[in-house]
């Protein structure tokens, strides 16, 4: 799967003999079978690197629960700010653990996580269907856009905000 992705000689080594190569793979398989686009498939490609460069420091069996995919994600993001690969931990961090998630899902290393239904779950639910028609196809497209636009909601909530409230400077806030 990593000849697919990746031309430059260093970054197909770098994947091919990284932690977990054939885990890696096979996830990465599923993805594309699942209709990912190959952006998609590509970042999950370099972020299922990092998770697995973190998790392989752990016993082999060990199931991660939540608080824990939080702690490494919320480290590592440090670090990426730190070594100015980043401008912020936010946004490392978030995608960090999105990845995490499903990557340790699918290995049969995290419990599916329990759904917690929010106040705009029927909205949402019905803009994905909406975008589905239209051009989010895919099964992937539809759980990182599902992901995206929890993430904002996530947001106005915590900060009272109701999604008919919303204006542009809550959305430059959150960005």
């Given amino acids: ?12 080594r ?11 793979s096979q996830y990465l398989k599923e993805l594309a079978a699942g209709g990912a686009a190959h952006g ?7 972020y299922c690197l990092c998770v697995a460069q973190e998790i392989v420091k752990w016993p082999a069996d060990h199931c991660f629960a939540v608080a824990e995919i939080d702690e490494l994600a919320t480290a590592w993001a440090v670090r990426r700010t730190t070594e100015r690969r980043a401008g912020g931990p936010r946004w490392p961090r978030a995608h960090f653990r999105f990845a995490a998630v499903d990557f340790l899902q699918a290995l049969g290393r995290m419990p ?3 759904v917690v239904v929010g106040q705009y779950d029927n909205l949402l639910e019905d803009f994905i269907a909406t975008r589905r028609q239209d051009r989010w ?3 992937a497209s539809c ?3 599902r992901w ?6 996530s947001f106005i909530e915590q900060r009272g905000i109701a999604l008919g409230d919303v204006e542009a400077n ?4 959150f960005f």
């Fill in 112 to 114: 599916q996580q329990s």
């Fill in 40 to 46: 998609t498939i590509m970042r999950s490609a370099r």
């Fill in 1 to 12: 799967m990593f000849e697919k992705l990746f031309i430059y000689r260093a970054a197909l």
């Fill in 148 to 153: 995206q636009v929890t993430q904002f909601l």
């Fill in 143 to 145: 759980h990182s856009g």
């Fill in 14 to 24: 770098r994947h091919r003999e990284g932690p977990l190569a054939s885990e890696r």
């Fill in 137 to 139: 196809l895919s099964e």
């Fill in 170 to 173: 809550h959305i430059d806030a």
